[in-house]
T-cell receptor, first 108, second 112 residues
């Protein structure tokens, strides 16, 4: 089966940097995606790593290490609006499987 | 990208009844996905719906409980049958564009 583990909760200060980790055990691994979900909203796509290394998109960066079965999402210059749940996900063939999710709270 | 709508947005149902959720996409897609998200939890894939064939169900989900229709390339329905309070959840449909998934706004179901 598929297993993607994340810390359940993270709290960080506005303006700071926070890293959300994801360790995975999957079959047929193609890459790692990240999604953001605000309370009451649908998940929205943030980033995808098909290759090892760092991908940067504005304040958000994502990293993948296939040899370690590990990735992370890095959020810089945190804003209050970044308070949300974050999920890593893997596409495997025609299906997508989601991690356990991390609830990020940004405090003033 | 893809724009997805779902109906109803929410419903309160009595146990033992059934509810059908509709999902409409603004463009043709081969596969549509149905997820369940229980309060405070992650997304769990229920099934993948292909047009013109039977849906593929994930472990723990069966067709008798969650029948799915896929009559064309832009539309799908998920029925939650013989509901119990444990079925209270948010149900989301989605489509993929390469490595990206796009989600509908979800249907919030409460079973009393």
């Amino acid at each position: 089966g598929q297993s993607l583990e994340q810390p359940s909760e993270v709290t960080a200060v506005e303006g700071a940097i926070v890293q959300i980790n994801c360790t995975y055990q999957t079959s047929g691994f193609y890459g790692l995606s990240w999604y953001q979900q605000h309370d009451g909203g649908a998940p929205t796509f943030l980033s995808y790593n098909g290759l090892d290394g760092l991908e940067e998109t504005g304040r958000f960066s994502s990293f993948l290490s296939r040899s370690d079965s590990y990735g992370y999402l890095l959020l810089q210059e945190l804003q209050m609006k970044d308070s949300a749940s974050y999920f890593c996900a893997v596409p495997t063939g025609n299906q997508f499987y989601f991690g356990t999710g991390t609830s990020l709270t940004v405090i003033p | 990208s893809a724009v997805i709508s779902q109906k109803p947005s929410r419903d309160i149902c009595q146990r033992g009844t059934s509810l059908t959720i509709q999902c409409q996409v603004d463009s043709q897609v081969t596969m549509m996905f149905w997820y369940r998200q229980q309060p405070g939890q992650s997304l769990t894939l229920i099934a993948t719906a292909n047009q013109g064939s039977e849906a593929t169900y994930e472990s723990g989900f069966v067709i008798d409980k969650f029948p799915i229709s896929r009559p064309n390339l832009t539309f799908s329905t998920l029925t939650v049958s013989n509901m119990s309070p444990e079925d209270s959840s948010i149900y989301l449909c989605s489509v993929s564009r390469g490595a990206e998934q796009y989600f509908g706004p979800g249907t919030r179901l409460t079973v009393t």
